[in-house]
């Protein structure tokens, strides 16, 4: 847990639709529901016609097997850099209190790269648009993040050699099991 007393601030301005489209995952903090040997993570977000954006996260897992894991966030109004997200099945979206943070952090001018991370210092990503990121552009990301006060003894830098799992990977998945 981060004891940290700094606060996290998001950007102050966010063009969504710049936002949009696939980001691979080039680091994170742990977390409870993420193999911590998960490869080649990914997460597309797509814009909805309610204006929601529905996020779908995948992988591979520890053993190689497809991994996929979707969900939806909401902008929060007034404040641009800022998302509701969850994972909850589309029934249960309506209970209170079941949606995460999701705080854009820092992007790219070119938003070729975001920094996402929660309020409470828990959850942190480095988000890229291509698969490798030179250090030099990690080192300036993760240096933001410590400025907010993020603690980065438990970094994880998943593997990533481009590949993306594909829907008929998914499907293929289901159908063996």
């Keep these: 847990m981060n004891a940290s007393t700094k606060a996290v601030h998001s950007v102050p301005a966010l063009d969504l ?18 193999d911590e040997n998960a490869s080649n993570v990914t997460a597309t977000y797509t ?3 309610d204006g929601n954006i529905e996020v779908d996260n995948r992988c ?7 991994s996929q894991s979707l969900g939806r966030a909401k902008p929060v109004e007034g404040e641009p850099g800022q998302l509701k997200v969850s994972f909850l099945p589309q029934f249960l979206r309506w209970i209170p209190f079941t949606e995460g943070d999701y705080w854009v952090l820092k992007v790219a001018e070119d938003y070729s790269v975001a920094l996402v991370g929660t309020p409470d210092h828990e959850n942190l ?9 030179s250090q ?26 481009g590949r993306v799992v594909s829907d008929i990977e998914l499907q293929e998945d289901v159908l063996k099991d």
Excluded: C, M, S
Aim: hydrophobic share 40%.
């Design 17 to 34: 639709d710049r936002y949009l489209g696939q980001w691979f995952e080039v680091g994170r903090l742990p977390l409870k529901w993420e």
């Design 47 to 49: 814009l909805q016609e």
């Design 60 to 66: 591979y897992d520890n053993l190689g097997n497809p």
């Design 125 to 133: 990503w480095l988000l890229a648009r291509e698969h490798e990121l």
């Design 136 to 161: 030099q552009v990690r080192d300036e990301y993760l240096a933001e993040a410590l400025a907010q006060g993020f603690t980065l003894e438990a970094w994880i830098t998943p593997r990533q050699d």
